[in-house]
T-cell receptor, first 114, second 112 residues
Framework: ETGVTQSPTHLIKTRGQQVTLRCSSQ?????VSWYQQALGQGPQFIFQ???????GRGNFPPRFSGLQFPNYSSELNVNALELDDSALYLC?????????????FGEGSWLTVV | RKEVEQDPGPFNVPEGATVAFNCTYS??????FFWYRQDCRKEPKLLMS???SGNEDGRFTAQLNRASQYISLLIRDSKLSDSATYLC?????????????FGKGTLLTVNP
C-alpha cells in the first residue's frame, strides 16, 4: 500500500472530549498534511507540517492542533469535540523539495462524536 | 463561488458506456490539477494528473482548459470496477506545495 499508517481506525467520543489521531508517514517523507472528510463531502485541508513546523493551515478553529515529530510522524489533536467533527480524518505524506506533487494518503481514522 | 465545483451526480451508466465528469475551479493562479478516485469508505487514490496538453491513460482521458478554468475526465468502455467517487483536485500553490483543494466528488455506478 502507501506506507502511510493511521491510528486508531475507528473511535467514538462524546461531545466536549478531546481526541488525538496519529499518523506515520512514508519513509523519507518529511511533509504531512491532515484533511477532514465529512460524509458526502470532499476532503478539506486542515493543516500541513514540514520538518516539525506548521506550514499552512486551512479554515479550521484553533481547537484543531497538530504536531510533527523528528521521525516525521504526526498527531492531530481536537479539543472540545463537537458533533460536526464527526468525519473521516485523513493523513497524507509527501516528500519535500521539488519531488513533484504526488501525495500518499493513509486509510484514515473514522471519528464519531455523540 | 466554491473553489472547486463538480457535477453533483450521481451517474448511473451501463457497462461499456462512456461517461464524462466536469469540474471548474475559481483560483486562476492554480498550478496543478488531478483526478482522484475514492472507493466507499476508503482513502482517495490518485487516478491521474491533468496537463494543459491533455493526457490519456488507457480508457481515461483528462483535459484542462486554463482559460475557462475547467477540468474534465472521460472514461470510455466503463467497467464495473470503475464504480467509485471521482474527486476533482486542485493544488492552488503549485510546485511542492501539497495543500490540495478537493471538489465534493461525483459518484459513478456502473451497472451490469
Amino acid at each position: 500500500e502507501t506506507g502511510v499508517t493511521q491510528s486508531p481506525t475507528h473511535l467514538i467520543k462524546t461531545r466536549g472530549q478531546q481526541v488525538t489521531l496519529r499518523c506515520s508517514s512514508q519513509s523519507g517523507h518529511n511533509t504531512v498534511s491532515w484533511y477532514q472528510q465529512a460524509l458526502g463531502q470532499g476532503p478539506q485541508f486542515i493543516f500541513q507540517y514540514y520538518r516539525e513546523e506548521e506550514n499552512g493551515r486551512g479554515n479550521f478553529p484553533p481547537r484543531f492542533s497538530g504536531l510533527q515529530f523528528p521521525n516525521y510522524s504526526s498527531e492531530l489533536n481536537v479539543n472540545a469535540l463537537e458533533l460536526d467533527d464527526s468525519a473521516l480524518y485523513l493523513c497524507a505524506s509527501s516528500p519535500g523539495g521539488s519531488s513533484g506533487n504526488t501525495i500518499y494518503f493513509g486509510e484514515g481514522s473514522w471519528l464519531t462524536v455523540v | 463561488r466554491k473553489e472547486v465545483e463538480q457535477d453533483p451526480g450521481p451517474f448511473n451508466v451501463p457497462e461499456g458506456a462512456t461517461v464524462a465528469f466536469n469540474c471548474t475551479y475559481s483560483n486562476s493562479a492554480s498550478q496543478s490539477f488531478f483526478w482522484y478516485r475514492q472507493d466507499c469508505r476508503k482513502e482517495p487514490k490518485l487516478l491521474m494528473s491533468v496537463y494543459s496538453s491533455g493526457n490519456e491513460d488507457g480508457r481515461f482521458t483528462a483535459q484542462l482548459n486554463r482559460a475557462s478554468q475547467y477540468i474534465s475526465l472521460l472514461i470510455r468502455d466503463s467497467k464495473l470496477s470503475d464504480s467509485a467517487t471521482y474527486l476533482c483536485v486542485v493544488n492552488p500553490g503549485g510546485g511542492s506545495n501539497y495543500k490540495l483543494t478537493f471538489g465534493k466528488g461525483t459518484l459513478l455506478t456502473v451497472n451490469p
